[in-house]
């Protein structure tokens, strides 16, 4: 009996500390309905400034306290900053912009602190007076975990009064409620969204300063962290803060008690729980449907065109470029050549579905990784030939697409987006954990390609002719009936419905279209490297196609390409330099705030006239 | 069976605010009935349960002849019912022409060709419908630029697209001049009485409700509170205080 009440306040601790992280990110989409993926940063700044400033004050009783909270209002000030310079500009800008924006601040933050803080973890300073353990029904508590839960039951309460007590929280409640009403009241929004990013990030901070004690900083906390965050968040209903503790509470909880039946049930638990929750009540535990929701990139949908006499010789040129390149570059360019053709390859499947698919997708990676893996196996463990595991590869990650896409049609826009990061979240796990099958962290060797194809300048043409296939594939479905459907389902979901289309079937298959490619993509992908990790479908691996997509604008079919080939070489240059994330982070902020259609869209916007004059075919 | 719609007892609520209220009429082919009642009345709910947008609390909705209760929009839509909406919803990063095409697409069940280009696809049956609404010369504009006047034409094509048997036109000249206004409802009476389509449409101008329509029902917070001919319903002691209520109050509230 004592064992499981022990186990439960192990779990409701780290309720708490999971509800400390998300509650700041639900109070800030409430109100601006703004997706904040800086938000794990903003934390594991908190945690580092903790750290140094408890460090730097004269150690007696008080000082841990008054460091956690400095800490916590630094992070608040920086969020500020943030949202005054930047998010300010971008609220009417669609959302995937802001999410560019957030991404920027994100790769700052990360090489900022380590630059700032070090690359090296750091343990935790302990608690004074709460460094010990106490007996609860014979076994042992630490004391800072019945903190913690005392703590974030505190910050429940004093949000609550807050909201309930101000005339500020009302205006906010009012915000989160009812958006209308909010302006026909007269409030002057601006300073009202500063108020509530400058909350969301101190209590942000104050999260991170708290678990210090338990968990120290490092700097993976804040990638760690957001998908926690985020799931969180959405089980508990995008903006309902009551939700997002009781969702902290469940998902702890499960996991908790999970560890007892299933060992390995730790690391999915989380995404299990919110698979199951959005397949159930679409819009979480709380949370309510948009009244009205926007349909996205609506207005600024380009027309698409086919390609004009011009367009199609600048792609004879490239074509051109490709064939004749071994005759220039040296080994080393073409091994880059050919990451740059897998990952343009694995981002056009990405823009796919996201740019005329109008489905954002946050796991692109299980697809990608999944081709990867796909392959591997076939190989490893059945010796099946590249050739026929290539083809094989991307109906196999195709199926997967099939069975994941059809939980996540049922959602949209951002819950769609968390639901394909849940996916990929388990299909790493599965990759990680079945070390018999996959070989867990020590992935899978020894994939080379067949004999005829070992040669470095065969394999590359083998892969341009993929890829360029691919690419090609993708682009023609777009000027077919079924990608016309697509954009028609993103257009307007109203107007697709009213005229006899069935909007849930063409996206299922849309999202099982960009899955087989993504998958094309890791298999090709696995025969150049040689070997797969679990690493390819990591989140990690799935923001950098976002970035690549972003980078390259997702109004033009040439965007994903450019993106892809400017993602790789800018990692490739800049990753000489030590804070490469820096300079990739200005630049995508620069990019937002000055070409907010992407580096493709941008320079389709100069030329447009050019390519697009009216020749006869 | 000259019944396209037959409703019977159609309730529909949001938390507390009864929508529709225990609503029932018929419509019969050829024929225009219009809609009215005053801001809040319950008429676009009305056209959402029928389209299948909204499920109803109570109550039955026939369409030629199908009982369509638990029919998804796309369903319905294939009973041969064109749809418009109040505000117009049509697909912004497509040309006109281009809209009207998809229509068309889905309507020949090619949605989910992927060989040919929808360039070359019933570009011929698509600009006839352009023609027939009067916006042929746009046909190459993107819909996002276009004129509101503009955009409910395209809509009113792409309700055609299917060759319906049943239109619901939610305001279909919403924000048109009184010339077009009138231009367009004398275009619109042509072609469903030589197809004989039957047509539900709402209206706030009364003109245009009593040249064109052939009956008329009222409805006011939900209800149904009179039918009829043009003549009848003008005569209408009650339709006359609601409609004279309204004004007095939009009079007062300007003030
Ligand atoms: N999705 C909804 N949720 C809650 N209430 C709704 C919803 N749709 C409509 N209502 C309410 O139902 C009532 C009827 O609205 P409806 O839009 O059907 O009126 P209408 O007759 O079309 O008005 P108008 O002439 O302004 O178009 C209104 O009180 C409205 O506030
Ligand atoms: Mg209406």
Redesign the pocket.
Known sequence: MGFYVAQFLTGWADASGLFMVAVGLTLIFGVMRIVNFAHGSFYMVGAYTAYYLIAWLPSDGVSFWIGVLLAALIVGIIGVIVEMLLLRRLYHAPELFLLMGTFGIILIIQDLSRWLFGAEDLLGPRCPGLDGSVWIMGSLMPQYDLALIVAALLILGAIWMVLNRTRWGVLVRAATEDREMLSALGVNQGRLFTGVFFLGSFLTGLGGALQLPKGGADLLMDLNVIASAFVVVVVGGMGSIPGAYLAALIISELTAFGILVLPQSTLVMMFLVMAVVLVIRPYGLFGKAE?APHEPAGESGAVLKPASVRLKWLGAALVLGIILAPLFAGDFQLVLLIEIAILALASMSLYFMMGPGGMVSFGHAAFFGGGAYAAALMVYHLQTPMELALLLTPLAVGLLALIIGWFCVRLSGVYLAMLTLAFAQICWSIVFQWEEFTGGDDGILSIWPSDWAESRIVFYYLTMVLCTGGILAMRHLLFTPFGYTMRACRDSALRSASIGIYQKRHQWFAFAVAGAFAGLAGGIYVFSKGSVFPDEMAISRSFDFLLMVLLGGVETLSGPIAGAAAFTWLHDQISRFEFWQLVLGCIFIILVVAFPQGIAGFFSSKTERYFSEPTDE | MSKVLKVRNLTKS??G?C?VDDVSFDLEKGRLLAMI?P????????FNLINGQLKPDRGSIVIMGKQIAGFKPHRVWQLGVGRTF?ITATFASMSVLENVQMARLSFHRRTLSIFQKVRNLYVDESMELLKLVGIEKQRDHACGVLAYGDLKRVELAMALANDPRLLLMDEPTAGMGPAERSRLMEQISGIVQTRNIGVLF?E?DMDVVFTHAHRIIV?NH?KLVAEGTPQEVHANAQVQEIYLGAAETARLEKR
């Open positions: 009244l | 949001f938390g605010v929508a009642g801001n809040g009345a319950g008429k676009t709910t009305c109040q709402t706030h409805l939900g």
